[in-house]
C-alpha cells in the first residue's frame, strides 16, 4: 500500500459544495474520518469494494456522495449543502483487509493521509 493523498479542501459559505479526493493503491476498504479541533475523529463515508457497499453516517446522509469511476482512479466524495459543522480535517484512509467494520474504526485502518481542510462559514 501507499500513502493516501487528499486533495480538494478549501473553505465555501454555508450551503456550497465541495468534492474531495483521495488517491490510493493497494486497498480494499476506504474510509474518511474527518477531526474539527477539540472533537472526537469522525467516521463519515465508507467504501468497501470485496463487499461491494457504501456507507454514509447519520450525519451526512443525503449530503455526502462517494464514488469511483474506475479501480485505480481517485476515490471522490462531493459534499453538498455544507454546514459550518462540517468544518474539520477530513482525511482519507485504506486498509487491504476484508470485514471492515461500520461504524467506522480508526483501529481497522492501516494508511492514513496527511488530511485536507475543509472550512465552512456562515
Known amino acids: 500500500q501507499v500513502q493516501p493523498v487528499e486533495s480538494g479542501g478549501g473553505s465555501v459559505q454555508a450551503g456550497g459544495s465541495l468534492k474531495i479526493s483521495c488517491a490510493a493503491s493497494g486497498w480494499n476498504a476506504m474510509g474518511w474520518f474527518r477531526q474539527a479541533p477539540g472533537k472526537q475523529r469522525e467516521g463519515v463515508v465508507l467504501?468497501?469494494?470485496?463487499?461491494?457497499?457504501?456507507r454514509t453516517a447519520a450525519s451526512v446522509q443525503g449530503r455526502f456522495t462517494i464514488s469511483q469511476d474506475n479501480p485505480n482512479d481517485p476515490v471522490y466524495v462531493l459534499m453538498i449543502n455544507l454546514k459550518p459543522e462540517d468544518t474539520a480535517r477530513y482525511y482519507c484512509?485504506?486498509?487491504?483487509?476484508?470485514?471492515?467494520?461500520?461504524?467506522?474504526?480508526?483501529?481497522?485502518?492501516?494508511?492514513w493521509g496527511q488530511g485536507t481542510q475543509v472550512t465552512v462559514t456562515f
Open positions: 467504501i468497501d469494494r470485496f463487499a461491494g457497499s457504501i
Open positions: 484512509a485504506t486498509s487491504p483487509r476484508v470485514g471492515v467494520r461500520w461504524p467506522l474504526l480508526s483501529d481497522d485502518f492501516d494508511q
